[in-house]
């Protein structure tokens, strides 16, 4: 079947534009994680969906970032007036339940100007 | 929170050689370990995991232990291949659900 799919692959833009980075998790999956990784450096947690239950933002670095899970499968991270310090690769990763494995996708490589 | 220690943060071998990457955690709550493989550009994947109610598991060549007393999980990888070259990232996660990343080890195997 379909693994956990994100576009766009790669994103360029200018310092202080909004950009919106999509996850497609794997179907039935109910859990849904965002993650930032810096060039070399292991993976930040960002913010967790599972179900129908208020998502844990606990890891989003600023109230620039933002993200929402529309009907329990498809999700959209959002990051404002970004920064060059915002340039990484973001991940998701979806599980099909609580603490069981996580799939990822191929990550965004943002690149902020 | 969960803290995870992960070290070396590079390991060099020879083909053939054993790999051993080991990691220690904080919070005694935490269930599940997992292990992932990432190689460059790629996505991270799951090669093994292990929960607490277990001290070892094998998959092939690799293997991993868990120490729960001690807090501390170890990744073994025997008759290492240049395939095997990436980098690995131990994580623990318990009540939260959301788990805690090791900051990775570079494994290079030298053909």
């Known amino acids: 079947g379909a693994g956990v799919s994100q576009s766009p692959s790669n994103k360029v833009t200018e310092k202080g534009k909004d950009v919106e980075l999509r996850c497609d998790p794997i179907?039935?999956?109910?859990?849904l994680y965002w993650y930032r990784q810096s060039l070399g450096q292991g993976l930040e947690f960002l913010i967790y969906?599972?179900?129908?239950?208020?998502?844990?933002k606990s890891g989003l670095p600023s109230d620039r970032f933002s993200a929402e899970r529309t009907g329990g499968s498809v999700s959209t991270l959002t990051i404002q007036r970004t920064q060059q310090e915002d340039s990484a690769v973001y991940l998701c990763?979806?599980?099909f339940g609580r603490g069981e494995t996580q799939y990822f996708g191929p990550g965004t490589r943002l690149l902020v100007l | 929170g969960e803290n995870v220690e992960q070290h070396p943060s590079t390991l060099s071998v020879q083909e053939g050689d054993s790999a051993v990457i080991k990691c220690t955690y904080s919070?005694?709550?935490?269930?599940?370990f997992p292990w992932y493989k990432q190689e460059l550009g790629k996505r991270p994947q799951l090669i093994i995991d292990?929960?607490?109610?277990?001290g070892e598991k094998k998959d092939q060549r690799i293997a991993v232990t868990l120490n729960k007393t001690a807090k501390h999980f170890s990744l073994h990888i025997t008759e290492t291949q240049p395939e095997d070259s990436a980098v690995y990232f131990c994580?623990?996660?318990?009540?939260?659900?959301?788990?805690?990343f090791g900051r990775g080890t570079s494994l290079i195997v030298h053909p």
């Open positions: 990763a979806s599980s």
């Open positions: 179907s039935g999956h109910t859990a």
């Open positions: 969906f599972q179900g129908n239950s208020a998502p844990d």
């Open positions: 919070d005694s709550a935490s269930n599940y």
């Open positions: 292990i929960r607490s109610n277990v």
């Open positions: 994580a623990a996660s318990g009540g939260s659900y959301i788990p805690t």
